[in-house]
C-alpha cells in the first residue's frame, strides 16, 4: 500500500477562504433554487429567468397536471335532489258569452228591367206609333233605325186620364234615319214615338227598348 502524506498546515485552507467558499456555495444554491428549482416545480419565477428559459412553463404544466390527477382521485359528490315540481293551480274554465246574431237589413231587389226589339213597316205617308207604359221618373233607354229612307219622328208622352190633345214631348226630328238616347217619365202614362214615311218607298222601322217600364202597346 502506499502511505498519502498527510498535507501541512501550510497547505491547509485558511478560514477565510473556507467562509468565502461557504459564502459562493450558498449563493450558488440560493441563485439555482430561485432562477431554476422555483419556477420548474411551483411556476414561481421571481427574477424572470424562468420563463425565459422556459422553466416557468414547466412548471404550470405540472400543478395542472396535479390538480387534474387529484379530481380523478377525488370521491364523487352526490346530486343535490331535485325538488318536485309545485302542483299547478286548477284551472277554471271561462264561460264565453254568446254572441246574438245581428239581424242583417233586409235588401230590397232592384227591379228587372224590361227589353224589347220591335219592327214596324211604314207605307209612303204612313204614320205609326209605338208606347210603353211608364211609371213617373222610372228611366228608358231605347234605340231605333229606319231602314228604306228617313222619316218624321216624334219621342213624347201622355198622362193617364189626361185631357184630350195633351202631350208632352221629349224630342223630335225630320227626315231622320236613326235616333238613340233615353228619357225620364214626367208623369204616370204612355210613353213613346211616333213616325211617318214621308218619302216613295216603303220604310221598316226597327225599336230596341230597355227599362223599368209596364208594358208595350203597338
Given at each position: 500500500?502506499?502511505?498519502?502524506?498527510?498535507?501541512?498546515?501550510?497547505?491547509?485552507?485558511?478560514?477565510?477562504?473556507?467562509?468565502?467558499?461557504?459564502?459562493?456555495?450558498?449563493?450558488?444554491?440560493?441563485?439555482?433554487?430561485?432562477?431554476?428549482?422555483?419556477?420548474?416545480?411551483?411556476?414561481?419565477?421571481?427574477?424572470?429567468?424562468?420563463?425565459?428559459?422556459?422553466?416557468?412553463?414547466?412548471?404550470?404544466?405540472?400543478?395542472?397536471?396535479?390538480?387534474?390527477?387529484?379530481?380523478?382521485?377525488?370521491?364523487?359528490?352526490?346530486?343535490?335532489?331535485?325538488?318536485?315540481?309545485?302542483?299547478?293551480?286548477?284551472?277554471?274554465?271561462?264561460?264565453?258569452?254568446?254572441?246574438?246574431?245581428?239581424?242583417?237589413?233586409?235588401?230590397?231587389?232592384?227591379?228587372?228591367?224590361?227589353?224589347?226589339?220591335?219592327?214596324?213597316?211604314?207605307?209612303?205617308?204612313?204614320?205609326?206609333?209605338?208606347?210603353?207604359?211608364?211609371?213617373?221618373?222610372?228611366?228608358?233607354?231605347?234605340?231605333?233605325?229606319?231602314?228604306?229612307?228617313?222619316?218624321?219622328?216624334?219621342?213624347?208622352?201622355?198622362?193617364?186620364?189626361?185631357?184630350?190633345?195633351?202631350?208632352?214631348?221629349?224630342?223630335?226630328?225630320?227626315?231622320?234615319?236613326?235616333?238613340?238616347?233615353?228619357?225620364?217619365?214626367?208623369?204616370?202614362?204612355?210613353h213613346g214615338w211616333f213616325w211617318r214615311n214621308r218619302s216613295n218607298?216603303?220604310?221598316?222601322?226597327?225599336?230596341?227598348?230597355?227599362?223599368?217600364?209596364?208594358?208595350?202597346?203597338?
Amino acid at each position: 500500500m502506499f502511505n498519502t502524506p498527510l498535507p501541512t498546515v501550510n497547505e491547509l485552507p485558511s478560514t477565510r477562504k473556507l467562509v468565502r467558499s461557504t459564502v459562493i456555495a450558498l449563493l450558488t444554491a440560493v441563485g439555482l433554487l430561485v432562477t431554476v428549482v422555483m419556477p420548474s416545480e411551483y411556476a414561481v419565477d421571481p427574477t424572470g429567468v424562468g420563463r425565459a428559459l422556459g422553466l416557468t412553463q414547466m412548471g404550470e404544466l405540472k400543478i395542472i397536471l396535479a390538480q387534474e390527477a387529484l379530481a380523478d382521485t377525488a370521491p364523487p359528490q352526490p346530486a343535490a335532489p331535485t325538488p318536485a315540481p309545485a302542483p299547478a293551480p286548477p284551472q277554471v274554465a271561462q264561460v264565453q258569452p254568446i254572441a246574438k246574431p245581428v239581424a242583417q237589413p233586409v235588401a230590397t231587389p232592384a227591379p228587372a228591367l224590361k227589353t224589347n226589339q220591335m219592327t214596324v213597316t211604314l207605307k209612303p205617308g204612313e204614320g205609326t206609333e209605338i208606347k210603353l207604359e211608364v211609371l213617373k221618373n222610372k228611366t228608358v233607354s231605347y234605340e231605333w233605325t229606319a231602314a228604306g229612307g228617313p222619316v218624321n219622328y216624334d219621342t213624347h208622352g201622355e198622362p193617364y186620364n189626361g185631357e184630350k190633345g195633351y202631350f208632352h214631348s221629349y224630342n223630335k226630328g225630320k227626315q231622320v234615319k236613326s235616333d238613340k238616347g233615353e228619357f225620364t217619365a214626367i208623369f204616370d202614362g204612355t210613353h213613346g214615338w211616333f213616325w211617318r214615311n214621308r218619302s216613295n218607298n216603303d220604310v221598316t222601322i226597327a225599336l230596341k227598348t230597355t227599362g223599368d217600364y209596364l208594358s208595350v202597346k203597338q
